[in-house]
């Protein structure tokens, strides 16, 4: 804002998925035409190259990574880099993701090779060599551990729950039992107790529950929703009602059979099979309370910011790729982080353990 206002030069936000670029385009434009600003989105077909050139008010570019980097092209192939005043990317340890990687890296590379006065802002919670970004970006350093709620990290092995504690030996310590009582059927389906888990949480406080496909997503809403008590049917029931409505309005009369089953429980999923539309109603149904439990693949993690009271990414494979754990934006709002994986295929803080085991955060 004071880069567009006061020195009056236009900025380039760069996020990692489209969802996200779109979700701050809505945040940021009633911003934009309170101080006669503009907030131009580049993600999916949007986006022109170049962009227009406005006389009398500045942009601000909200962009994907390889819409930013085709923006940066365009403005060095007209001569307009300079004009870019600030470049500020989100989650800036997707330098080392593959090629969408390579393409920041070549991004920030020509910013800084062919303009002098453009400032490059970049923001991670999970960045592992910050010297060598600092050197690379020519920067300074600022970290901060303040958070507005505490965070709390616990092991689940079994039914025993550890607190992880990077000061003892063994890096946590024995905090209590899970008291959940499972059949044998019930341990066949749901073996690593995520029924346990979330009963303790919904529906009086809300989680997310990460899933490393689509089709997980919707089987583990499908499965919870099978053994939850009938008294989540009697939580919010009209608001409910309301929602599956709204759910059949967009989609002319047709709703998911999933949703329509899960969604009376207080359970929905969220990944990109849904619409924009059906997204941004799920997404406000869940941060107005009547949605309890989403469950949903990595990428709302990366920047989507929904209130919970609990998380727990539900595959090792989920965390490593995108979750990124302390690291994901919806942990603003976290008191509790949970996460289920193989031990002994990502810590060297648990080869001691031969068996699987899941990693689990309780209140």
Known sequence: MQEILCRKRDALFILPYVAIVQEKVRDLSAFGIECNFLVEEYAGSKGRFPPFKHRKKNSLYIATIEKAHSLVNSLIETERINSLGLVVVDELHMLGEGSRGAVLEMALSKILYTSKTTQI?????????????QHFLKAEHYTSNFRPIQLKEYVKIRDSIYEVNNKS???FTFARLLNYKYSSDMEKIDPDHLIALVTEI???HSCLLFCPTKK?????????CKYLSKTFLSVKAKEKCALIAELMDIGNGVICPVLRGTVPYGLAYHHSGLTNDERKVIEQAYSEGILCLLTCTSTLAAGVNLPARRLVPNHYYT????VCLIGCKV???????????SFILVDSLFKNFKRRVNLYSVS
Do not use: W
């Open 121 to 133: 802002i970049g923001m991670s919670a999970t960045l592992n060599n910050v010297s060598d970004l």
């Open 169 to 171: 030996e063994d890096g």
């Open 202 to 204: 919904i529906p009086q």
């Open 216 to 224: 997980n997503c919707e089987n583990v809403s499908k499965m919870l």
């Open 319 to 322: 965390i490593r790729e995108k």
């Open 331 to 341: 942990l603003y709002y976290c008191v509790f982080l949970i996460h289920c994986f």
